[in-house]
């Protein structure tokens, strides 16, 4: 292995760790009690975010189920270094956030059916200030719920929202306190809590956040939380093999995390649903030119560990695969497809990588990944010849972004009793994949 790979995979070894994120956590309550401040839970509201929209509905469940203060922050949007495509975000997350709202609460107002990027608006810059003017002042009371939730409301349908003039405009220094205090905290994003070293983001870490509060003694009743407990509709499950007219493009990578995490869990929908396969492997992130800030690499890090210990997944041990590793890999990927074992060889990739510590860097490495892949080494290389990998992937990106994605890993589901298709990015919404591919199957 080579020194640079040894280094980057020690590194997120230790930030993955159940010990590193019990440091922050210890650290962060240590310079509490130094201050002499009780503990608080943090929230940070972003008035133009959709999924600030969507969390904001669950803070008073929140401040009636714990014995534990809320302070709540508004902050203006983050910067587009964060946002990995900022051509392609805002219409990603609204349609995201759309899709899910009725999970999870009122769905998301909307003046607008916006398919495209170029029919996409963000409610505009005035609005969007105007709209911070009114919230700012209940920024941190015990009416900011009811007012952010009011407020993004009109935001979102398209209201024409004024600002009395004889009211103070503090907004200006509200938004740059709270975002001076998200970035001194670790974070960048609105629609986050923060407590006491840990971040959860957006309404998938909910039950997270529950668990935390419950394990440190602040619950008011004994509960047993999970994210099926707080959505507000009951998500489908496929029960038979009943999906074959229904065609799932599935987006991986070799070098993502959360694909890991989630593959397992793609792999058992594929196989009880019947649905039609099209793998669909791009390029990791980073090796396409998309940057990932140090604060979001720490945060996906942990918050990647985090899931994978919820869920009893095993994950941690790791062979950073950047670089050379990944290509050697792809270049075999065409030909495991074509023996069909495309699926499979991305899965033992992946928890050779993220879960075994294999050194996918060294052949030997390599050909144990191809082994429990359930392929011939030979075998495999000669399959391999008659594909032009590059071109593959590429074809691969470009399907991709023209479905308004860019990250890992992605779904697009069509065919069946629906027309048209839906696309959602990330292993938070596997669940909502299985839902889709219910709605359209046979046996609904």
Not at 253 to 266: D, E, F, K, W
Not at 371 to 392: C, F, I, M, P, R
Request: proline share 4%; charged share 25%; aromatic share 10%.
């Amino acid at each position: 292995m080579r020194l640079e790979t040894r280094i980057r995979s020690f590194g997120m070894g230790v930030m993955a760790s159940k010990g590193f994120l019990q440091l922050k956590r210890n650290s962060a309550r240590l310079r509490r009690k130094l201050s002499g401040q009780p503990s608080e839970l943090h929230y940070f509201h972003q008035i133009d975010d959709p999924y600030s929209f969507l969390v904001v509905q669950h803070l008073q469940a929140l401040e009636a189920d714990y014995n534990l203060p809320l302070r709540t922050h508004l902050v203006r949007r983050d910067d587009q270094a964060y946002q990995g495509d900022a051509q392609r975000f805002a219409l990603w997350a609204y349609n995201d956030a759309k899709s899910i709202a009725p999970f999870y609460g009122e769905a998301l107002p909307t003046s607008q059916n916006s398919e495209s990027i170029e029919e996409f608006k963000l409610p505009s810059g005035e609005q969007t200030a105007i709209a911070n003017k009114r919230l700012a002042p209940f920024a941190d009371t015990p009416d900011f719920a009811e007012q952010a939730l009011a407020i993004s409301r009109s935001l979102w349908q398209g209201e024409k929202l004024s600002f009395p003039n004889s009211v103070t405009d503090s907004s200006a220094t509200v938004l740059k306190q709270n975002n001076e205090l998200l970035e001194k905290l670790g974070h960048y994003r609105g629609g986050a809590f923060y407590f006491e070293g840990e971040w959860f983001w957006g309404v998938d870490r909910i039950s997270l956040l529950r668990a935390r509060l419950s394990e440190e003694g602040f619950a008011k009743r004994q509960t047993n939380d999970t994210q099926q407990d707080h959505l507000a509709l009951k998500a489908l499950k496929i029960t038979a093999n009943s999906a074959s007219n229904v065609t799932l493009e599935y987006f991986p990578s070799l070098r993502s995390p959360y694909t890991a995490i989630g593959h397992q869990q793609v792999a058992d929908l594929i196989q009880r649903s019947g649905v039609q396969l099209t793998l669909r492997p791009v390029m990791p992130m980073l090796m396409r030119g998309i940057p990932a800030p140090r604060a979001k690499q720490l945060y996906i890090i942990m918050d990647c560990a985090r899931e994978a210990r919820a869920k009893n997944i095993a994950f941690g041990n790791f062979v950073d695969p950047f670089g050379e590793p990944v290509k050697r890999a792809f270049a075999l990927y065409p030909g495991a497809l074509s023996l069909g074992r495309g699926t499979e060889f991305i899965g033992e990739y992946l928890a050779a990588c993220f879960a075994q510590g294999i050194d996918i860097d060294s052949e030997d490495g390599l050909k144990t990944v191809v082994k429990k892949a359930g392929l011939d080494w030979h075998a495999l290389h000669e399959e391999t010849a008659k594909y032009n990998w590059q071109n593959v992937l590429e074809e691969n990106l470009q399907t991709m972004l023209g479905a308004g994605l860019w990250g890992v890993p992605s779904f697009r589901v069509s065919g069946g009793s629906k027309e048209g298709s839906f696309s959602c990015w990330g292993q938070d919404r596997i669940w909502r994949v299985e839902h889709e591919i219910a709605l359209r199957s046979s046996n609904i």
